[in-house]
């Protein structure tokens, strides 16, 4: 295989975006012409090299201009037949699955095509054309009736490689699909942008707001799963046909999604034909319909997890973080104590107790604590606390508090929450007022989840009233209990406490004060970044529930259900909305270590995260019946799975971020 660099990838998808601006202005355009060019350009030669992430890269380009240029058959075809005619251009192909007929319906691109290769059991034949009968609908250009002409090439294979070059097309055409949508969507945010109705901009609205957030995260994750496959396809990984079937799996249903979606936002004015939306419409719902043109053996990704026994396929994280992965399993089988263990804090300086650990071993580290149950309270102190003192504490306050939450000596609550002032916390109002080398706090708080044994609470509080609402803020570290403090337990459906709190004339030294006077909104929410992070890292746990589910239906295969049932087309998207809330949580630690992403991909990776979670539980409920009701794995994660969605921002607080973050007007 010929791996490109992300940066040749980014290249060669702009040349080909930039030639098609030229060569296909609409889709009354003609193949033919865009076939000449694609051949010219040496688009036609990427199946020759392997190059698929080249491939993909083009093909995406296509979808966003609804052009159907068959270039993953093309491909596909190089890679099966050793004929330099498909490279020049002038053997044009175009592919099918051999059901024994003298000819092949809903063909695309047929008027363009000079043959026609048929997959079939261990080989592949290639036809000349005989006719070609346009079969006008969605499709536009049309779909063709295609009847063979006579038998010009036989090619015997290895079963294998017909199920590859299958699910090579499907990849193609899903991520054609995709790319469609999501033009169709960036034009409906910048619609939602300029558009106003009732004296402001529509994308203001919530409503709006919210269907193009979900959209971004449908094109977002959709890409992603599709980087996932490719990268192990050239990296020659037997994964990566799983990993490519469930990047499809996803894109078949957010295709429409987000097609749709688009629309609603666009109305009226994307209806019409003089507008892109209708023809992107028109190519989404016609690639996402041909997919199942390309059935395969081993079938969808549900029957692959079932059938063979094994679990998603693994996100790997670099030969570094691979190893360290191996040390903290080594670590948990023996039972090793974790504070002991040099694990909490580990992605501290070393000047501070740390190891600087890379954002990839501390996502080995939550998801191995995850998976083999290790409760992630043990990581919260270092996590939320820890970091935030390592960034704006003092030396004194490193070198007092540090230590304690290293070895496990740090019992804390979160006072964030208040009052009507829930994920908003520009405007809560708990007060803090100086006097002389203390402060004095009063206020409620609320949620605070095991506060009633805590020794320490995170505060946050309004230190200056008369600032706009982001500048006030101070944060605090509060020992308690202490004098003026006070407690209210609730018991939550999850059966943990949560409490609300009460500070009446609280005093705190000002060397509890974490960051500058009036400086708390960067200590938060550098914070809530790495508490959405490590939010997002409950897939981990959720990966667990998701195999101990596959494990109680393959010890009783008839509640799945045989191939083709509903229990496994849910199996099957579960599967693929998890695999995405994965790779989600491994892009939002990137990129939140590296100074960006709470915008963006640490929300997308909760929201996923949490409601896949929610998901995975009720289908565990639905599909075990009674069993899954019993005291244990499955009724403990739907009572606690709501928590997640609400919990650390609310998932609609998220959405909110994500569309500021795609330029949404508030």
């Known amino acids: 295989m010929t791996a490109l660099t992300k940066h040749e990838v980014l290249e060669l998808g702009a040349a080909v975006g930039g030639v098609l601006d030229r060569v296909w202005p609409s889709p009354h355009g003609s193949l033919s012409a865009v076939w000449d060019v694609a051949a010219a350009q040496g688009w036609t030669a990427l199946g020759e090299v392997g190059t698929l992430g080249g491939a993909v890269a083009a093909v995406r380009e296509l979808g966003r201009r609804a052009c159907p240029l068959p270039l993953m058959d093309v491909y596909v075809a190089a890679r099966l037949l050793d004929d330099d005619r498909i490279v020049e251009g002038e053997l044009r192909p ?11 319906a809903a063909v695309e691109a047929a008027e363009a095509a000079t043959h026609v290769l048929l997959l079939g059991s261990g080989e592949v034949r290639l036809f000349g054309i005989d006719g070609v009968t346009p079969t006008p609908g969605l499709a536009v250009p049309s779909w063709s009736e295609v009847r063979l002409g006579a038998e010009t090439a036989r090619v015997t294979l290895d079963e294998n490689a017909v199920e590859e070059a299958k699910t090579l097309l499907r990849l193609g055409l899903a991520v054609r699909a995709m790319a469609a949508a999501g033009r169709a969507h960036e034009l409906a945010v910048e619609h939602a942008k300029t558009r106003h109705a009732f004296g402001k901009p529509i994308g203001a609205f919530q409503a709006v707001s919210h269907r193009c957030a979900n959209a971004e995260i449908d094109v977002v994750a959709a890409r992603r799963l599709v980087e996932e496959a490719v990268r192990l396809h050239e990296l020659d990984d037997p994964a990566w046909p799983l ?25 009226a004015i994307g209806f019409f034909e003089e507008h892109a939306a209708p023809w992107l419409f028109r190519r989404v719902h016609a690639d996402v319909l041909r997919i199942d043109e390309f059935p395969l053996s081993a079938g969808e990704p549900a029957d692959v997890l079932l059938e063979r026994g094994c679990s998603l396929p693994r996100l790997e994280l670099g030969e570094t973080a691979e190893r360290f992965r191996a040390e903290v399993r080594a670590f948990l089988e023996r039972g090793g104590d974790f504070a002991a263990g040099g694990y909490l804090g580990m992605a501290w300086p070393p000047e501070h107790g740390g190891r600087g650990a890379s954002a ?13 149950g290790v409760d992630p309270k043990v990581l919260a102190a270092a996590d939320l606390i820890g970091n935030a003192i390592v960034r704006h504490g003092t030396e004194e306050q490193r070198r007092r508090i540090l230590p304690l939450i290293a070895t496990g000596k740090l019992p804390f609550y979160l006072g964030y929450s208040e009052p009507e002032v829930g994920s908003d916390l520009a405007h809560l109002r708990t007060r803090a007022v100086r006097d002389g080398d203390e402060w004095v706090i009063d206020g409620q708080k609320l949620w605070g989840s095991g506060a009633h044994l805590a020794e320490w609470c995170w505060l946050a509080a ?33 059966g943990e406490i949560a409490c609300t709190t009460f500070f009446d004339g609280v005093r705190v030294p000002d060397t509890g004060r974490i960051g500058e006077v009036n400086g708390g909104w ?29 494990e109680e239906l393959r010890r009783d295969p008839g509640r799945a259900g045989p191939r083709g049932s ?23 630690v990137r990129a939140t270590a590296g100074g960006g992403g709470a915008r963006r991909e640490a929300p997308m990776a909760k929201i996923v995260g949490a409601e896949v979670y929610e998901d995975l539980c009720e289908a565990a409920l639905d599909i075990l019946g009674t069993q899954a009701a019993l005291a244990g794995t499955f009724e403990l994660g739907a009572r606690l799975s709501i928590k997640y969605v609400v919990g650390g921002g609310t998932n609609d607080i998220q959405r909110n971020l994500i569309a500021r973050g795609i330029g949404l007007p508030r």
């Open 243 to 267: 990993a490519s079937e469930l990047a499809v799996a996803y894109a078949k249903a957010a295709a429409r999604r987000v097609q749709l979606a688009a629309h609603h936002t666009l109305a």
């Open 462 to 494: 309004r230190t200056d009233p008369g600032a706009e609402p982001h500048a006030g803020i101070t944060v605090f570290l509060v020992r308690v209990p202490c004098p003026g403090w006070e407690a209210q337990q609730h018991v939550g459906l999850s």
């Open 522 to 550: 960067k200590v938060i929410t550098g914070a809530l970044a790495d508490e959405r992070v490590v939010m997002g890292g409950v897939t981990a746990h959720v990966h667990r529930q998701f195999d101990d589910l596959l």
């Open 566 to 588: 509903a229990v496994r087309a849910r199996i099957t998207a579960l599967a693929a909305r998890l695999q995405a809330a994965r790779i989600l949580v491994n892009a939002s």
């Open 360 to 372: 990839e071993e501390l996502m080995v580290l939550h998801e191995e604590l995850r998976y083999h």
């Open 94 to 104: 175009v592919v099918a699955v051999d059901r024994g007929d003298a000819g092949v």
